[in-house]
């Protein structure tokens, strides 16, 4: 529906959504910015190094890392000019930068009868520029706590059934070591990702569940015909984002054609994937 879309679209709302129902967030603000200065008040209050992210943001743009106060005034004005141009709406937020997390993301399926499940972890860590590069379940951190994977997964379907979420969605969450955590580790939700995105493979590899299908099912009506204690995860899945990438100019991105492509073979292994060769990459 509309009005959780754009809910859940918003980083910041989404924050507050998730607090209401007492899930913990990343430190930070819970309102957009209005000016330089008070965001130089904020980023005081939590202590750098804070992270300036763009309200309508995703994929990386319109976020800059902000590790001494100096740096603010520039890496305002240059989130600020990417989130317009890249989503129309330059309203920026502050979270605190946490330091070498876990990036883990719960996957959830919601129908229009108030059901909604959630089928495990997938952790997503390895990234470039702010890009997930391979995305794997089970996430290592997890795959001996499995109270861990129940505590986020049930933070997960509290924050969309507070939202009123409908269809497949994925819940962001960075995990961290906390001593004075009597588990050992803690999570903060990060956000919401209103649609299936291309890392979905990994969970149905593992739950053995076709999630493109269940969407279709979901928007023509039809309730969840399994519970949360039907879920069960087997094996492990790792996916490969293959990016137009030279990787001997740090990784600069590299568009035009596709000259040669080799696919790789065997048993396991899965292709998703549009190129072709002769396929121009575009800019």
């Known amino acids: 529906p509309a009005e959780p879309m754009e809910l859940m679209g918003s ?32 980023a005081e209050q939590i202590g750098h190094p804070i992270l300036l992210k763009a309200v309508a943001g995703g994929g990386g743009k319109g976020m800059r890392l902000v590790h001494e106060a100096m740096q603010l005034p520039d890496a305002w004005r240059d989130a600020r000019s990417e989130a317009e141009n890249a989503f129309g709406d330059p309203s920026l937020y502050i979270e605190k930068y946490l330091e070498r997390p876990r990036h883990v993301e719960i996957q959830i399926l919601a129908d229009q009868h108030g059901n909604v499940v959630h089928l495990g972890e997938r952790e997503c860590s390895l990234q470039r520029r702010h890009q997930k590069v391979v995305e794997e379940s089970p ?14 997964g049930e933070a997960a ?20 070591r906390d001593a004075k955590s009597p588990q050992g580790w803690v999570f903060y939700f990060l956000e919401t990702n209103a649609r299936l995105q291309v ?4 969970t149905e590899l593992v739950t053995g569940l076709d999630l493109a299908k269940w969407q279709i099912r979901i928007a023509a009506g039809e309730p969840l015909d399994f519970r949360q204690e039907d ?8 996916e490969c984002r293959i990016y137009a990438e030279d990787p001997e100019n740090n990784f600069f991105p590299s568009p035009g054609r596709i000259t ?22 575009p800019v």
Do not use: C
């Not at 890392?199 to 990994?202: L, N």
């Not at 879920?231 to 790792?238: D, F, H, P």
């Open 139 to 152: 996430s290592p951190v997890i795959l001996e706590r499995p109270e861990l994977r129940a505590r986020m």
């Open 199 to 202: 890392e979905h493979p990994v």
């Open 260 to 281: 040669r492509l080799e696919r790789p073979l065997g048993p396991g292994v899965r292709i998703d994937g549009y190129v072709y060769e002769g396929w121009e990459v």
């Open 231 to 238: 879920v069960e995860w087997r094996g492990a899945a790792i």
């Open 11 to 42: 980083k910041t709302a989404s924050r507050q959504t998730a607090e209401r129902v007492g899930v913990p967030t990343v430190p930070g603000t819970r309102e957009p910015l209005a000016t330089l200065e008070e965001a130089a008040r904020v």
């Open 157 to 176: 379907v509290k924050i969309a059934q507070a939202a009123g979420y409908v269809n497949a969605g994925t819940l962001e969450f960075l995990v961290q």
